[in-house]
């Protein structure tokens, strides 16, 4: 874990809901156009606005599964063009 006045991370193990309530967050945060992450007493906090450069990678190599969302935006601009192609992310059953 470490964070400064500009950076911030933070790597844990947390379980199914634990993630579920941190996705929860952001959405809420990017719903009211602030995000605060927070750890050890130390704080960033990120203001979305405008467009917001998604990406979204996902692969299996075996048994271990990585899933990674990065946003990307800057605070000066909110232009730029939109993807083209939508994304589609589902849940499905599991079996």
């Known amino acids: ?9 933070h790597e844990s193990l947390q379980d199914c809901q634990s993630i579920i ?9 990017f719903e009211s156009g602030a995000l605060l992450f ?11 606005d405008g467009l917001i450069n998604l990406n979204v990678e996902a692969k299996r190599k075996g ?24 994304l589609l992310i589902e849940p499905i059953k599991a079996s």
Do not use: C, H
């Open 63 to 86: 048994e271990e599964i990585k899933l990674s969302l990065k946003m990307r935006w800057s605070e000066n601009e909110g232009g730029g063009n939109p993807e083209d192609q939508p």
């Open 21 to 29: 309530n941190y996705l929860i967050a952001l959405k809420d945060g």
């Open 1 to 9: 874990m470490s964070s400064s006045a500009n950076r911030f991370r």
């Open 38 to 48: 927070s750890t050890d007493g130390r704080n960033l906090v990120l203001k979305p």
